[in-house]
């Protein structure tokens, strides 16, 4: 028996509803103030990043972004605020190095990342740079390696603390050239930028904008990025990868929101981010900071906080690195 025309037509406008009403919610959102949530202390370079954006999304939507800063725990209870936040994005997650750290790093954690975070967009890499008090007798990185391997042992590298992308992109150098440096770890990279200016450790893997005007004072000697590509900030600074082939890390951030946001809401804010990158206010504040933006898509991001989990973990059972 044929279904009845009215039948059909019923049918038709019952599955039609939801449809636009997804399409309605999208054009609507974001209809009321946004929080970005930053593990991060308020003007440390992650939560500038952060602020950066939210004002520029302000700008483009009309609806405040506001910044969130949920100290705690290597940015695990940020993390974890935002995966019992409501799916409907107006809770957003600042996303770094130390989500996909901390998914080998602790045993036990409330949430999975990769399965409860969606990636929305990347924003910004930005490299590091290997840098010792100039009174350290190496000038060069093969110096640094050779002096390294004759004093094995008695060599302090300053990290951001235990975990930290600092502390793993030396583990990492290790690893691959063989040298045993010994870490001591800091509550944060200023401190460690301290002791390494008063000379009470010798080495740091430092991020670029922290380092940098230590670096063209002469406070602190560069000896090498550890991107594939010199930089501009820093063109008479070689690779790691010219004498360590193969070796690259670099810090980075993006928006991630809990799992189960409607699809169209996660496309509308990777559009949005992506915007803000291109405007040219905004992308020459980053790099003056010494970011290199990451336009791209929900998957580009996806792929990104994969690899990165996916090497870290490696790092960390390798070494046998645990939380503090």
């Not at 009174?135 to 951001?160: E, R």
């Not at 496309?267 to 981010?273: A, F, G, P, S, V």
Request: charged fraction near 20%.
């Amino acid at each position: 028996m044929k279904p009845h025309r009215r039948q059909v037509l019923r049918l038709a406008a019952a599955v039609a509803i939801p449809t636009s009403l997804r399409v309605a919610q999208a054009q609507a959102y974001p209809a009321r103030p946004v929080r970005i949530v930053v593990g991060y202390a308020a003007g440390g370079g992650t939560d500038i990043v952060a602020r950066l954006l939210g004002q520029r999304l302000s700008e483009q939507l009309g609806q405040q972004f506001i910044i969130e800063n949920r100290l705690g725990a290597a940015t695990n209870l940020a993390t974890d605020a935002v995966v019992r936040a409501p799916p409907d994005g107006y809770t957003l997650l600042m996303v770094t190095p130390a989500n996909a750290i901390n998914a080998t790093l602790y045993e036990k954690l409330n949430y999975n990342f990769v399965r409860d975070v969606a990636p929305v967009a990347a924003i910004v890499r930005e490299p590091c740079v290997i840098v010792v008090n100039p009174l350290f007798p190496p000038k060069t990185l093969p110096d640094f390696i050779a002096y390294a391997n004759a004093n094995p042992g008695k060599i302090n590298m300053a990290s951001a603390g235990s975990g930290s992308i600092s502390h793993l992109a030396g583990e990492l150098f290790k690893m691959m050239t063989g040298v045993n440096l010994v870490q001591v770890p800091y509550r944060g990279g200023a401190p460690a930028i301290a002791d390494l200016l008063g000379g009470q450790v010798q080495v740091y893997f430092a991020i670029v904008p922290t380092s940098v005007d230590h670096i063209r004072a002469g406070k602190l000697r560069a000896l090498a990025v550890t991107t594939k590509k010199r930089l501009e900030a820093l063109p008479e600074t070689p690779t790691t990868d010219e004498f360590v082939p193969g070796y690259e890390i670099s810090n980075w951030a993006g928006i991630g929101v809990p799992r189960n946001t409607p699809a169209n809401i996660i496309d509308k804010l990777n559009k949005e981010i992506n915007l803000a990158l291109v405007d040219p206010k905004m992308s020459a504040q980053l790099a003056e900071l010494g970011r290199e933006l990451l336009p791209g898509s929900p998957t580009d991001f996806g792929k990104l906080i994969a690899e990165e989990t996916a090497k870290w973990g490696k790092v960390i059972r390798a070494a046998h690195i645990k939380a503090d």
